[in-house]
């Protein structure tokens, strides 16, 4: 497993003890008794030439070069975004035999991706995108086969993640928001100037390069911004009335994290529809959606959810059963697990039917 960032290796611990949730690359790990690569590896003392010559490109180059350097160990390769699939791909296709290679493809309509997805996908098994835009894209655009394009939703940890009792302590009337990946926290905060409601944002991401637009911003009275560590943003939503997510116009699952953590915790969610963020909520039923960079629309649906605390309880708790059935992080692993495990089965059928025959003409 190739994994873009530093990996967590110290929070079992704070797992078991119910302050932290599990993340989705050691679900993943645990379900395939598999080896994780992250930018961490790079620095092991004894790393082959090459990786050391990769690094001069970047780290997500260096991580694809020790993966596939090391490819003759393993029988899947899973490579988590395409800034890693991309150079593995195009280093594997050297190669008549390799692992299955495996991805997630988070935004694959992204311009610069374009040539190199098209003349590279052969060399990908199974690429998984939680957007119905993007696999529209990649069997459109990009000639992917539809039968190596898997859409996938995303996950929250839903034991982790769950409805809680607001703290005594909790504001009468408070809402909130979280992440940073193309989020459009001007409209929000245009959209609750001077309304009767404290609004805090966890405007803060490990994954996301995105620029904060709460920094060197004058916010009203009424909002605040700040990084929130797991525990405390689970708090923040237990807290909250709702959660909005506001985002710009975008083509894939932007928003999605924050919207299914708030939906784990029995919060209803209301949320910009997006091109790309059309997949998950069912306006009126388990969520809400307002039109992109629309302050009034978004200032009417806040209001309207304030007025009416017994809607947005019931359309929290839809929310929640929703997320149970279908969008749990042990969904999330299984589908992949699957997925893989299918691919394996079919590389492997042939071999052992051609072992078979050796033996009977033997």
Request: proline fraction near 6%; hydrophobic fraction near 40%; include cysteine.
């Amino acid at each position: 497993m190739l994994i873009p960032s530093v990996v967590k290796r110290d929070i079992a611990q704070a797992v078991a003890q119910d302050t932290h949730p599990t993340m989705d690359y050691h679900a993943l790990q645990a379900a395939w008794n598999a080896d994780i690569l992250d930018y961490a590896a790079l620095e092991a003392e004894g790393n082959p030439r090459l990786v050391r010559l990769a690094r001069r490109g970047g780290k997500d180059l260096a991580l694809a070069m020790l993966g596939y350097l090391r490819r003759e160990d393993y029988d899947v390769i899973y490579s988590n975004g395409e800034n890693l699939s991309i150079p593995l791909a195009m280093l594997l296709r050297r190669h008549r035999w390799r692992p299955l290679h495996v991805l997630i493809g988070h935004h694959l309509s992204t311009p610069k991706k374009r040539w190199f997805l098209r003349a590279l996908h052969p060399q990908m098994d199974a690429v998984f995108v939680y957007a119905s835009t993007q696999k529209r894209y990649g069997v459109e655009v990009l000639g992917i086969p539809e039968h190596r394009l898997h859409l996938i939703p995303f996950h929250a940890d839903h034991r982790f993640y769950r409805p809680l009792l607001p703290s005594p302590d909790a504001p009468e009337r408070m809402i909130c928001s979280a992440g940073l990946e193309w989020r459009d926290y001007p409209t929000l905060i245009e959209a609750v100037r001077d309304l009767d409601v404290e609004v805090r944002l966890a405007a803060a991401s490990p994954w996301s390069k995105h620029r904060n637009e709460t920094q060197d911003r004058v916010l009203p009275g009424n909002v605040s911004a700040r990084r929130y560590e797991y525990n405390e943003l689970r708090r923040l939503y237990a807290d909250a009335r709702f959660v909005v997510v506001p985002l710009y116009q975008n083509d894939f699952q932007a928003g999605i994290t924050t919207i299914l953590e708030a939906m784990a915790m029995g919060k209803a969610v209301i949320a910009t529809r997006t091109i790309g963020q059309v997949d998950t909520i069912r306006d009126g039923e388990n969520g809400l959606y307002v039109p992109p960079g629309d302050p009034r629309a978004l200032r009417q649906k806040i209001q309207w959810l304030l007025d009416h605390p017994d809607r947005a309880r019931e359309i929290g708790v839809r929310a929640r059963c929703d997320l149970e059935a279908e969008w749990t992080l042990d969904h999330w692993v299984e589908r992949i697990v699957h997925v893989t495990g299918s691919l394996y089965q079919e590389r492997e059928q042939p071999a052992a039917s051609m072992q078979w025959r050796m033996r009977a003409q033997g």
